[in-house]
């Protein structure tokens, strides 16, 4: 069987030159502010692979580098001022923060509005309950690939590795809307393997290189690989033996340039989605 690798640069230019049309229609532009705490240099990354995505789309940007002994005062006043402001529709704060601040507190005062990763509490219940929120840029990134490649999840069984509030929980309730029957797995599963190869759609997102082996997968399964690990050499790489998957499955994304950069465009399209709510 030759599979198709699934191409998530292609889907994001896509998604990108969309908003970026979208946005010139529009008289005020969307804004975006990001926040970043501490030295930490993958977020640094990140927040640097954000604002380059603003600017080709269009959307005003603003990044907030604050010291690594910010206060959790600071830090909430500096989202108070940011939840006030007319110009920004959407705010994100990059995770991990320093231990010594309370994330749960940050995700709370973050204005379910402006909440263009879906960290909200009660955008989460939204989407728990099948509503129209701003969907968690990862997991909508997953469907948006599915969709781009026309593979439906309806009547299929998916099989979601992993239970974190930000990739596996809203994946799994995603796939669930998607009318998929799903089973989420995690450390405590006693048989993983036996648990993927049921799976119709595999998604991994343990962050354990070399988890997901050939064998765990059924014939013509689609696999998508969530996780960014890095391997013995430094590579970049996912949690699936992708050489191994390729004999079995029929789709597959790569690490890196699968969910990655859809995950960055689905940002963009989340902060246009605030702003037209904003009226704009
Ligand atoms: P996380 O908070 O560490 O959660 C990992 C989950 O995987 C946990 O639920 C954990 O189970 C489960 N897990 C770990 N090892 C396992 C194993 N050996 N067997 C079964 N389950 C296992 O990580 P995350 O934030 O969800 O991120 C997951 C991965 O996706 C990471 O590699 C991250 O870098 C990547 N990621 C990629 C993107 C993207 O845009 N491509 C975005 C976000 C995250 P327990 O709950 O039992 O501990």
Redesign the pocket.
Known sequence: MSAVIMDGKALAAKIKDHVREQVEKMDRKPGLAVVLVGENPASKVYVNGKKKDCSQCGIYSEEYVLPGETTQEELLDLIGALNQREDIDGLLVQFPLPGHLDGKAVELAIRPDKDVDCVHPANMGYLMMGEETLWP??PA?VMRLLSEYEIDPSGKRCVV????N???KPQAMLMLWGDATVTV?????PD?AAECRQADILVS????TG?VTGDMIKPGAVVVD????RNTEGKLCG?VVFEEALEKVSYITPVPG???PV??AMLMENTLRAARRHGK
């Open positions: 840029c990862t990134g590795v992993g239970r974190s930000i990739v596996g797995c995690h450390t405590k599963t993983l997102a343990a962050g354990h988890l969530v996780a960014v690990n949690d699968g969910v990655g995950t960055r």
